[in-house]
T-cell receptor, first 115, second 113 residues
Framework: DAKTTQPNSMESNEEEPVHLPCNHS???????IHWYRQLPSQGPEYVIH???SNVNNRMASLAIAEDRKSSTLILHRATLRDAAVYYC????????????????FGQGTRLTINP | DAGVIQSPRHEVTEMGQEVTLRCKPI?????LFWYRQTMMRGLELLIY????????DSGMPEDRFSAKMPNASFSTLKIQPSEPRDSAVYFC???????????FGPGTRLTVL
């Protein structure tokens, strides 16, 4: 599985934007970049995913570098409820090989939001 | 929809006992995943099913662990006999499509004394 590298922890203030980086220098041309987050005492939840173009949804934005070797998850205005561990995961294209649908979680980035 | 349902939410048992964890996926979802989370090893995929058929069980630690999915609305993860090192939070997740977004349950916190 292609690996991702994320900072162990980050800290930000409430109502400020947060940029969570992820390096994936060995990404293949068909790997999708997925982000999940895990709030305290809960299971992970999907945040966003993308392939090449930047993506936006109601939770966050995903900015993907032109060479796809890195990406950034952007929380535009962090709240206390955004405090969680954020996981950046590479996932193969469905049908590419049998294990493509697997999510392989790393250690993620623990995001702390200060009031 | 109620989301993925797991039971029990907490389980405390003694070493050597059999433990059965249960999962009800979201109705209509075709893929089901079992994960284990510990402080030391993080979140690990144990096994996953597509259309009730086990596809990849390479993450199952050893023969003491077994998983079944007798129908589209129910799956079990069994540990027999249990050991203290099995203590962890076990998550079940389901997805509509094989490569789609996974929805996780609240987890079962297992403690083996």
């Amino acid at each position: 599985d292609a690996k991702t590298t994320q900072p162990n922890s980050m800290e930000s203030n409430e109502e400020e934007p947060v940029h969570l980086p992820c390096n994936h220098s060995t990404i293949s041309g068909t790997d999708y970049i997925h982000w999940y987050r895990q709030l305290p005492s809960q299971g992970p939840e999907y945040v966003i995913h993308g392939l090449t173009s930047n993506v936006n949804n109601r939770m966050a934005s995903l900015a993907i570098a032109e060479d796809r070797k890195s990406s950034t998850l952007i929380l535009h205005r962090a709240t206390l409820r955004d405090a969680a561990v954020y996981y950046c995961i590479l996932r193969g294209r469905l049908g590419e090989f049998q294990g493509a649908q697997k999510l392989v979680f790393g250690q993620g980035t623990r995001l702390t939001i200060n009031p | 929809d109620a989301g993925v349902i797991q039971s029990p939410r907490h389980e405390v048992t003694e070493m050597g006992q059999e433990v059965t964890l249960r999962c009800k996926p979201i109705s209509g979802h075709n893929s089901l995943f079992w994960y284990r989370q510990t402080m030391m090893r993080g979140l690990e995929l144990l096994i996953y099913f597509n259309n009730n058929v086990p596809i990849d069980d390479s993450g199952m630690p050893e023969d003491r662990f077994s998983a079944k999915m007798p129908n589209a609305s129910f799956s079990t993860l069994k540990i027999q006999p249990s050991e203290p090192r099995d203590s962890a939070v076990y998550f079940c997740a389901s997805s509509l499509l094989a490569g789609g977004e996974q929805f996780f349950g609240p987890g079962t916190r297992l403690t083996v004394l």
